[in-house]
């Protein structure tokens, strides 16, 4: 069985899906395009040989069986119910929507129709990120106590762009970017109990909302996790890096150059006079464990992924409960920052039951 696609939304983030079909052969089909610009629907269309290039996408429904949609954040609850409801499979980039209830009619929909509904998380298939997940899980250096996320960049879209409306970003950085990575916590650590965040526009004036974001949650193991992300990077040490701190040292996901590598525990200098001198371990101390392509989000695992849950009827991986359930983490830490308060995290752990989890969690 070939299952015909159509790819809705074909800028900048369907540009960076194209590669991504080639592990598939003719398992999947594109067959049908559309984007607000009809230029550019015609283009992917010539690219994947779709029959059909629209600017409606609902004139693609009768052509497929399933749909990515790579569309504005505050277009995608609209635009993926439509598909739900012709009988559509749906890949939604993330996040899956802007408003809990919004996801919610999502996740009914999908439910009810016996559908898939997926969002677009591919750090979850870096195999960066796969392999160091498994290195955490067995306790290769020993139980961990605290993992960081750092995301550098320069993201500054042109004047008008939707990306710098709060409204149709559904936030700010943390929102459309930091999801990935709250969601990476999430899938790491377990369930979370209490969090802060501390966003700003400072350098990132062209944002409505926050373009650098701070976070840190505890979690209810005793493991701290924190996420540093900027779109206002003018310069970069850290780029696209994971570090797990464990009591026998340290694994580091290098993403940006695509190495793995643990640091093994070091004890430093003997002491002296009943003190031991603090000084870092050697600079050369780590042991590459994995090579990949640097500078790869490995968007094939996702879609491939997709594709084995349509054919077999599986959970996916990044499905519709799921992804609330980071949404949720990330609108609590919204509103307890506008409050000043910490926030209460408990009962969004992604194996906890997200039919009662709720947005509010904030006393009176």
Not at 116 to 137: C, I, S
Request: net charge negative; hydrophobic share 40%; proline share 4%.
């Amino acid at each position: 069985m070939t299952i015909r696609l159509g790819i809705i939304g074909c800028g900048d983030m369907g540009e960076s899906h194209r590669s991504a079909f080639a592990e598939l052969g003719d398992r999947v089909r594109v067959t049908a395009t559309a984007d607000v610009e009809l230029d550019r629907a015609r283009a992917a269309a010539d690219h994947f040989g779709a029959e059909l290039a629209t600017t409606d996408y609902r004139d693609t429904l009768d052509a497929v069986d399933a749909v990515l949609v790579v569309t504005p954040h505050d277009l995608h609850a609209e635009m993926g119910l439509t598909a739900l409801r012709a009988g559509k499979h749906v890949l939604m980039e993330k996040p899956m929507a802007v408003s809990e209830q919004e996801c919610l009619d999502l996740i009914a929909e999908s439910s009810d129709r016996d559908l898939v509904l997926m969002t677009a998380y591919p750090m979850r298939f870096h195999p960066l990120v796969r392999t160091l997940k498994n290195l955490v899980d067995q306790r290769l250096l020993g139980d961990p106590f605290h993992m960081s996320i750092w995301t550098e960049q320069l993201t500054m879209p042109a004047e008008g762009h939707w990306i710098r409306s709060a409204k149709r970003l559904g936030g700010g950085q943390l929102f459309s970017h930091g999801c990935h990575y709250v969601d990476l916590l999430l899938w790491f650590l377990g369930r979370p109990e209490r969090g802060t965040h501390m966003g700003s526009r400072l350098g990132t004036p062209w944002m409505e909302r926050e373009g650098t974001s701070d976070l840190i949650m505890a979690f209810e193991s005793g493991i701290t996790g924190y996420h540093f992300g900027t779109w206002g990077a003018r310069a970069s040490r850290m780029g696209y890096s994971i570090h797990v701190h464990c009591v026998g040292g340290m694994l580091e996901a290098d993403l940006t150059n695509g190495r793995l590598y643990a640091h093994h525990g070091w004890d430093g200098p003997a002491p002296r006079g009943g003190l031991a001198e603090t000084l870092l371990p050697p600079a050369d101390a780590g042991e590459l464990l994995v090579q990949t392509e640097a500078d790869d989000k490995h968007l094939g695992g996702e879609i491939v992924h997709f594709v084995e849950c349509v054919e077999t009827g599986q959970r996916p991986l990044t499905d519709g409960p799921g992804s609330l359930q980071g949404l949720r983490v990330i609108w609590r830490l919204y509103e307890a920052e506008e409050r000043g308060l910490v926030a209460d995290l408990r009962g969004l752990g992604l194996d906890e039951d997200w039919r009662g989890a709720g947005r509010a969690s904030l006393p009176g």
